[in-house]
């Protein structure tokens, strides 16, 4: 699908008008970015913005064909976010709606947290990690990692039967933009800890990124780590959902925002 056929389908999913007066919304921005990049030969940019408006698409899509009424509170919420950063949490559970509408697991929306499967077997909380601007003097890009996650462990819905899903593209490619040497295996053995130690008690941690590969396929990955204390119940609807298995996505280029 091209660029400009994403646009106008996601125009009609969302019933929204892109490039209106007023302040611009996240979304429109990201479509008018496209040809602001094209205009200027960064087809760099420009292809890492195409890629993300066509997955949100697709994304949208897969929310429509399970259930329409799903699709029309994501449509709804779309309308009311003002900022980036209610874009980014928006976002997150998008994604993670589409990928539950295609695993054919029971689920609904709720809130605090977002998800509830099977009726109340597990739950999945979103969120997003990223800098609004450029990152704090002396602020570790791991830090801010381990703070998103401990601010979200202090919350009531925070157990072993709950997963956390984080949006780090931000993170991810603030770790490229800075050449700080961290690896998903650093971030995994650090969260871990976390989980291990009881500092978190979610049953499962999930750091979402987008990227761009070498053959210009966008993705959506994942890097899932579990609690010791994770319950079978949420284990289960995880492997189904968001299985293990990690490989190489010969990685390009990261955007600077999901």
Same mark, same amino acid.
């Given at each position: ?6 646009i ?5 999913l ?31 940019q ?7 408006v ?30 980036w ?68 462990? !202090?919350?009531?819905?925070?157990? &072993?039967?709950?997963? /956390?899903?984080? =949006?780090?593209?931000? *993170?991810?490619?603030?770790? #490229? ?35 761009? !590969?070498?053959?210009?396929?966008? &993705?959506?990955?994942? /890097?899932?780590? =579990?609690s010791?204390? *994770?319950?079978?119940?949420? #284990? ?23």
């Open positions: 699908m091209t660029a400009c056929a994403c106008v389908q996601l125009s009609e969302l019933n929204m008008r892109f490039g209106s007066a007023g302040k611009p919304h996240p979304i429109s921005t990201s479509t008018q970015r496209i040809f602001a990049y094209h205009n200027k030969h960064d087809y760099e420009r292809d890492l913005e195409i890629g993300k066509c997955m949100l698409t697709m994304h949208l899509r897969d929310i429509q064909t399970h259930d329409s009424e799903l699709l029309a509170h994501f449509r709804k919420r779309a309308h009311r976010v003002r900022n950063e209610e874009y980014f949490g928006w976002r997150m559970e998008v994604n993670v709606a589409a990928t539950l509408s295609r695993s054919g697991v029971r689920f609904c929306k709720s809130e605090s947290p977002d998800f509830t499967l099977n009726d109340g077997e597990a739950f999945i909380e979103c969120g997003s990690i990223h800098y609004s601007s450029t990152r704090p003097k002396g602020e570790t890009i791991i830090r801010k990692v381990l703070q998103a996650i401990q601010a979200k462990s !202090r919350k009531p819905y925070c157990q &072993e039967a709950a997963a /956390l899903a984080l =949006d780090a593209t931000n *993170i991810y490619w603030a770790i #490229k933009k800075t050449g700080d040497a961290i690896q998903n295996t650093e971030l995994r053995q650090l969260i871990q800890v976390l989980l291990d130690n009881g500092d978190s008690a979610f049953g499962s941690v999930m750091l979402f990124g987008y990227f761009m !590969r070498l053959d210009h396929t966008f &993705e959506s990955d994942y /890097l899932r780590i =579990d010791p204390q *994770i319950a079978s119940s949420l #284990k289960a609807l995880l492997n189904l959902c968001f299985p293990w298995g990690e490989h190489s996505t010969g990685v390009a280029w990261s955007p600077h925002q999901g």
